[in-house]
């Protein structure tokens, strides 16, 4: 059974930065570095929101508009980990990130890291 543990979330003025963790573990039946993987967050009283996806492998990065050239998603496949480094953070940002398998973020899920930004 495939399991993510986020960490890394925690209050930040608006301007800073963050990085965002995610340990993979459970890939019993094909590599970690053979899953998609993406980040999703939710903010207090929204739904969902698709943030960045990493493809297998190497990892080409795609991301939301609304995060484009402020995060950077990266992988390494030796530690079965996922960051997600967040900069010049708004407090639209402001939300619970989760960690996700698959690229739409619509697979399996940990149980997120809250990031809060404050004015």
């Known amino acids: 059974e495939v399991q993510l543990v986020e960490s890394g979330g925690g209050l930040v003025q608006t301007g800073g930065s963050l990085r965002l963790s995610c340990q993979a573990s459970?890939?019993?039946?094909?590599?970690?570095?053979?899953?998609?993987m993406s980040w999703v967050r939710q903010a207090p009283g929204k739904g969902f929101e698709w943030v960045s996806g990493?493809?297998?492998?190497?990892?080409?990065?795609i991301y939301a508009d609304s995060v484009k050239g402020r995060f950077t998603i990266s992988r390494d496949n030796a530690k079965n980990m996922v960051y997600l480094q967040l900069t010049r953070l708004k407090t639209a940002d402001t939300a619970m990130y989760y960690c996700?398998?698959?690229?739409?973020?619509?697979?399996?899920r940990g149980r997120g890291t809250q990031v809060t930004v404050s004015p």
């Open positions: 990493i493809s297998r492998g190497s990892g080409d990065a």
């Open positions: 996700s398998t698959g690229i739409t973020g619509a697979g399996v």
């Open positions: 459970g890939f019993t039946f094909s590599p970690f570095s053979s899953s998609a």
